[in-house]
């Protein structure tokens, strides 16, 4: 069964240093999406970044980059030169395309908390 | 455009009461999504639908109706109400197919039953 695993509830982390978020992943498909999202203390859901199972470059979006390692099921979340404006909650999340990714069902890890410090 | 947006933000029901939850995207999104979310447990999805007049079971269920008469609109029912269902409610929408077709978020629900 998939599965998604962030082991790190809470981080902190200094303003304008990077810092990574981990997650694992488990799926016997071998064609599936990651995602991360954040959610700040108002609590909506953000969209950050993408990574395809047979992307062959690790996604990157502004001041985010997703370390994607297939072989180690993992896909870490790096973010480059932190703001007080990233502290928030971090998902990471999969999508399994079996079927022909029919339902676009998300599978949510539980968290990883940011705190950037002044 | 609105986007996605939930109808109420927030509810305090008694246990044993019922009430529905109204989500409606402007984005023509085939697929439309309940989850919730509660302390240490991220989101988890309750039910789905793939088009209108189709739904489908998710993660966690029970105790859950739903209904998704019109595409645009996705509703979410709670027949007989139970503290255990105290969560934040969150409803997304998406386009069909593969590659980055992330899900939009609604703003949340905050449900307490006592």
Known sequence: ?118 | NAGVTQTPKFRVLKTGQSMTLLCAQDMNHEYMYWYRQDPGMGLRLIHYSVGEGTTAKGEVPDGYNVSRLKKQNFLLGLESAAPSQTSVYFCASSPPGQGTYEQYFGPGTRLTVT
């Open chain 1, 1 to 118: 069964a998939q599965k998604i695993t962030q082991t790190q509830p809470g981080m902190f982390v200094q303003e304008k240093e990077a810092v990574t978020l981990d997650c694992t992943y488990d799926t016997s498909d071998p064609s599936y999406g990651l995602f991360w999202y954040k959610q700040p203390s108002s609590g909506e859901m953000i969209f950050l970044i993408y990574q395809g199972s047979y992307d062959q470059q690790n996604a990157t979006e502004g001041r985010y980059s997703l370390n994607f390692q297939k072989a180690r099921k993992s896909a870490n979340l790096v973010i480059s030169a932190s703001q007080l404006g990233d502290s928030a909650m971090y998902f990471c999340a999969m999508r399994e395309l079996r079927g022909g990714g029919a339902t676009n069902k998300l599978i949510f890890g539980t968290g990883t908390l940011l705190a950037v410090q002044p």
